[in-house]
């Protein structure tokens, strides 16, 4: 069955990176395209990105961009989004979240990883 | 960016009621438009995608309606494990965004 595991949660002081790792299973890692998402506490649902799995070419949305960066490692099934830079308003749940093929639609989601930013 | 108005913020009901929840779009967005459940400490759930697409799995009291910028979840009859906040979303062009969020809550 299809699967998207994420790592577990981090803390980090202002300033500090993050990588959020997303490891997939149970299907065809390069027929999928691979977005982030994160939520603030009590907040509703942000766009970060997305990673194309084949050529890896990456899209972030503008708010994040120089700060964040998404890979992959395809030996492994693996997405990985890194954050630079942290302050306090980036503590949030991030999810990856698998594309339905060209539906814009998200089917399958990572659990989720809460990262906090605090001194 | 396209903006997804969701109205109303929340709502209350009981279960069995019929519930619907509209989404606004600033421009079209074609028929990139999903919508999803969230439970509180849970992911996202994916209930309908490219408007009116019920996903496999989920149950059909959900279903979806409308086009261009203005679209519609309708839960047919509300169960318990609805109560919950729903949001919908804009595939269309990047960045790609969400609606605000609709709470639903017990009456």
């Known amino acids: 069955q299809v699967q998207l595991v994420q790592s577990g949660p981090q803390v980090k002081k202002p300033g500090a990176s993050v990588k959020v790792s997303c490891k997939t299973s149970?299907?065809?890692?390069?027929?999928?395209?691979l977005h982030w998402v994160r939520q603030a506490p009590g907040q509703g649902l942000e766009w970060m990105g997305v990673?194309?799995?084949?050529?890896?070419?990456?899209?972030?949305t503008q708010k994040f961009q120089g700060r964040v960066t998404v890979t992959r490692d395809t030996s492994t099934s693996t997405v990985d989004m890194e954050l630079s830079s942290l302050r306090s308003e980036d503590t949030a749940v991030y999810f990856c979240?698998?594309?339905?093929f060209g539906s814009g639609s998200f089917d399958y989601w990572g659990q989720g990883t809460q990262v906090t930013v605090s001194s | 960016d396209i903006q997804m108005t969701q109205s109303p913020s929340s709502l209350s009901a009981s279960v069995g009621d019929r519930v619907t929840i509209t989404c606004r779009a600033s421009?079209?967005?074609?028929?990139?438009l999903s919508w999803y459940r969230q439970k509180p400490g849970k992911a996202p759930e994916l209930l309908i995608y490219s408007i009116s697409s019920l996903q496999s799995g989920v149950p059909s009291r959900f279903s979806g309606s409308g086009s261009g910028t203005d679209f519609t979840l309708t839960i047919s009859s509300l169960q318990p494990e609805d109560f919950a906040t729903y949001y919908c979303?804009?595939?269309?062009?990047?960045?790609?965004?969400f609606g605000q969020g609709t709470k639903v809550e017990v009456k």
């Open positions: 990673i194309s799995p084949t050529g890896g070419t990456t899209t972030y």
């Open positions: 979303h804009q595939g269309y062009n990047t960045p790609q965004t």
């Open positions: 421009q079209s967005v074609d028929d990139y």
């Open positions: 149970g299907y065809i890692f390069s027929d999928f395209y």
């Open positions: 979240a698998r594309e339905i």
